[in-house]
Each structure stands twice: as structure tokens, then as C-alpha cells.
């Protein structure tokens, strides 16, 4: 962008945040910044300006920027979930571009800020992953670039398998740790020592001794490691908890894809509506946003769906048919209030069963498609299943859900992993891949049990190679 269209567009802003705040949309504060091409594209490989340094990182960069130097694919727009919310915006993009793209930012900042699976993530990640970087790199110079890259590699090969809300109603006891009788530790009343009295144990058993640990199936795999590994030296749990901390970061960015996006898609067309813009740019408005909404032969469009069920839960709560008036009282005229509700209190699994109607997925030709043989081919069209398929590749993140069962398996400290299965077979090259990055952390045998075409397997690796047993 030249100077004086910079200057066009940091005009255009006001109208576009008064234009939002009209409209009730519930902000941050916003910081805009121009960037070429190559800084755009390092943020959205590293996915945060200050993160450390991972080859990872590079090999995403390579693919995305040569994406873009064919013009096979483009980022507009790269927004941090922070307080103040930062947006990059690409120098490439012209005016009418980044006018649009900003005010898709700022419903971006809204959502963030208003929808409560973000209300437990650190809005100063920027800051916090600049420290964490900066400790990293200190451990790279005291012990070496290889091996904090190791350590690197088997935590992030891990880091989709953790509890998200690991906080909420949950202990997580230590081998060896005191006995509680309540979850915050103290008392709820000042009788409860008398209460105590009827579970008392004996002097010598005061604490009854675990037979497994984790007494519980543990979600949090990473975390579960982290904590309890005795291989790990201090440096290298720092690393692991690192890299589970930024995952707890994004995590409801995954869980909200679908919604985000379409909230922002579904604000950006409106605010953009209502400024005045002359024939041309209408035009060029009009073609970029047909772009982002293009429907996918092969996937989900996640800014298309998400703007079709916004824009249908508005008109049935603005228009109700006489049947919805009836069975839910309805009284209409209260679309605005629904989606703004919505937008605070779902996420996209319940955004999807809520709200994915039959007549959406008609209009919308949604299906469900499998390879057969040689040929990939549709093989179901009726809505309620395809919406609940829909669902089923959103669960955990559509990440396969592994459990921690056992960290003393056969009494000597080897680790039991079970894949929980939920009709979908876990990829074995990526199993196989995996599995020496968990003995990394673990330190001894590891073993995961799973199901491969329909019949039990279990998995190990004991330092030196992958064995497979049919259970």
C-alpha cells in the first residue's frame, strides 16, 4: 500500500469501529499494522510474532509462502486473541481489502472477547510466549540446539492430546501426596469433622494406598507426563509445560472455528454495507467477499456455514413460523438478542446439533462422502446424519481421544496409554512416528491400546522398536 491509501484506510477505520459499535459489537482495543508478504506469512507459520524457534515452524512458512508466490492461496489477515487484540494485515491487499478484512477483525475481537470457552486464556500470550521464547533459547545455548529440539519435537507431538479445562472441578493428586477430603482442602462447614468420623480409617491406613495411578482415565496426556515423568530433568519439563501452556492457548480457537469465522464473515458483510462505497469498490467488495464464502467440493467451508446458520438462527427467531410460536413462544423480533446470545454461550459442537437445520443442509448440499475402492463417492444425504457426521469429525478437536490408564504398568514404571474409539481408526504411520517421542519424555516402555479394524491391538515401544499384539 502506498502512503496516501495508508492514510485512506486509517480513515476508513473510524467509520468501520463506529459502524461496529453501532452494530454491538464488544471490542478490545485494536492495533492495526501493515506487513509485506514475508512477515505476514512467518506469523501465521509461527502463529504468534514472539514465539521460540521450531524447524516446524520454517517447513509451514515454506509451503504457505510458496502457496502464496503461485497465488494458489492468501492470508488476509492474521488477528491475536488479546488485550489489546493485534491484526496484521497483508501490504499487498489494496484498500477496499484491508477495509473489509478489518472489519472481519473486529467481530474477531468481539468473539474473543465475549464467547466464554476464551474466557480462561491469557489475553498477555504475547508478552508470556516472548518470556517463554527467551528461556528456550537460553537452554539452547546452555545444552544445545539438538537437544532442546528433541525435547521440542516429542512435546508438540503431543500437545492436541491435553484437557482443556483441566482447572474446572478437578484434582490432580501426586504420588505420595497428602489425603484431602474436600477439593479446595478446607472445610465447608464446622461439622465436618464429626462427618469425618463415619469414614475415619485406622491409625496405621490413614491414607488408603492407590492401586493404579492415576486412580481416573487422565485426558491430559502432555500434562500427565510432564508432571510425573522421571526421565525429564528440570529444564526439559519447563519445555514440555511450555508447549502445553500455548496449546491451552489456541485450543478454543479450535473448538470455535466454525462460529468464529462465520460471526466474522456475517459482521464484515453488513458493516461494509453500510459505508459508503462507490460502484467500483462495491464491485471489488462484492467479488472478494464471494470468495471467502465459495463453497468446498471436498470440505467445509467454515466461513460459509458458519454465516448460513448465524443469518438462519436470526430470521427463525425474527420471523417464527406459527408452529415455533406455539411450541416454544416465540414472539419474533428477537433475532439480534438470539445470535448475540449464541455467540456468548456455544461452541461449535453445540452450535452445529442447535442449529444445523434440515433445510440448511438441503440448501447448503451438504453429504457424506467416503473412498470406495478407487473412487470417492457420496453415501449419505439424510440431514440428521450428516450433521451428527459433521459433529463427530469436531470432537476433541478432531483429535483422537487417548487416555492415560496406567503410569506403573507390569510394576516398573512403563506407561499405558488407551485410545478411546469412536469409529474411527487412528492413522498407524503417525502412531508409529509418535510413539518414540512419548518414551523421550516417559523414559520406559510405553504401550497404547487401540482398535484397527474392528479387532483390539495393542502397540509398544521399548527404546528400540515398534512390537504389535492383537488382544
Known amino acids: 500500500m502506498t502512503p496516501e491509501e495508508i492514510l485512506q484506510f486509517e480513515r476508513s477505520l473510524e467509520k468501520i469501529s463506529a459502524k461496529a459499535e453501532e452494530f454491538g459489537l464488544d471490542y478490545y482495543p485494536m492495533r492495526f499494522e501493515i506487513c509485506p508478504a514475508d512477515i505476514i506469512y512467518t506469523f501465521g507459520a509461527y502463529g504468534m510474532p514472539t514465539r521460540y524457534s521450531h524447524w516446524s515452524f520454517g517447513k509451514s512458512f515454506h509451503r504457505m509462502k510458496t502457496q502464496y508466490d503461485y497465488n494458489l492461496s492468501r492470508i488476509y489477515e492474521l488477528v491475536i486473541n488479546s488485550n489489546p487484540c493485534y491484526a496484521f494485515l497483508l501490504d499487498g491487499n489494496s484498500v477496499i481489502q484491508n477495509m473489509m478484512v478489518a472489519a472481519h ?258 440448501k447448503l448440499d451438504l453429504y457424506i462422502f467416503k473412498k470406495v475402492y478407487t473412487k470417492w463417492q457420496v453415501i449419505d444425504t439424510d440431514w440428521e446424519r450428516v450433521r451428527e457426521g459433521l459433529i463427530s469429525i469436531l470432537v476433541n478437536g478432531g483429535n483422537p481421544y487417548i487416555v492415560v490408564e496406567d503410569s506403573d504398568c507390569n510394576k516398573n514404571g512403563e506407561l499405558y496409554l488407551k485410545h478411546y474409539h469412536e469409529g474411527r481408526d487412528l492413522d498407524l504411520f503417525y502412531l508409529e512416528k509418535t510413539l518414540p517421542h512419548v518414551y523421550r519424555l516417559w523414559g520406559r516402555n510405553v504401550y497404547l491400546e487401540t482398535v484397527v479394524e474392528g479387532k483390539g491391538v495393542l502397540f509398544s515401544f521399548n527404546g528400540d522398536k515398534i512390537q504389535k499384539k492383537v488382544l
Open 105 to 362: 477483525v473486529f467481530a474477531h475481537c468481539d468473539f474473543f472477547k465475549n464467547n466464554q470457552w476464551f474466557r480462561h486464556t491469557s489475553r498477555n500470550m504475547v508478552e508470556t510466549m516472548a518470556r517463554s521464547g527467551e528461556r528456550i533459547r537460553d537452554y539452547e545455548f546452555r545444552y544445545g540446539r539438538q537437544k532442546v529440539e528433541e525435547v521440542l519435537d516429542a512435546a508438540l507431538a503431543l500437545q492436541e492430546h491435553i484437557e482443556p479445562r483441566y482447572d474446572i472441578g478437578k484434582v490432580h493428586p501426586k504420588k505420595g501426596g497428602n489425603c484431602r477430603h474436600s477439593v479446595s482442602g478446607k472445610r465447608e462447614t464446622p461439622y465436618d469433622d464429626l462427618w469425618e468420623l463415619d469414614h475415619k480409617q485406622p491409625e496405621t491406613d490413614k491414607c488408603p494406598k492407590v492401586k493404579k495411578f492415576p486412580e481416573e482415565p487422565e485426558k491430559d496426556v502432555l500434562g500427565f507426563i510432564a508432571a510425573n515423568s522421571k526421565q525429564l530433568e528440570d529444564w526439559e519439563r519447563d519445555i514440555a509445560f511450555i508447549v502445553r501452556e500455548e496449546m491451552l492457548y489456541f485450543w478454543p480457537q479450535v473448538e470455535t472455528k466454525i462460529m468464529n469465522e462465520g460471526w466474522a464473515t456475517l459482521w464484515h458483510a453488513r458493516i461494509m454495507r453500510e459505508i459508503d462505497l462507490n460502484e467500483e469498490e462495491t464491485i471489488e467488495f462484492a467479488k472478494m467477499h464471494a470468495g471467502v464464502i465459495q463453497p468446498s467440493r471436498t470440505g467445509i467451508n467454515p466461513y460459509l456455514i458458519g454465516l448460513k446458520i448465524w443469518e438462519d438462527i436470526e430470521k427463525r427467531w425474527d420471523e417464527p413460523t406459527e408452529e415455533e410460536r406455539e411450541k416454544y413462544g416465540r414472539p419474533g423480533g428477537q433475532g439480534l438478542e438470539k445470535i448475540f446470545e449464541v455467540r456468548e454461550t456455544e461452541n461449535d459442537i453445540s452450535f452445529i446439533r442447535n442449529y444445523l437445520t434440515k433445510d440448511l443442509v438441503e
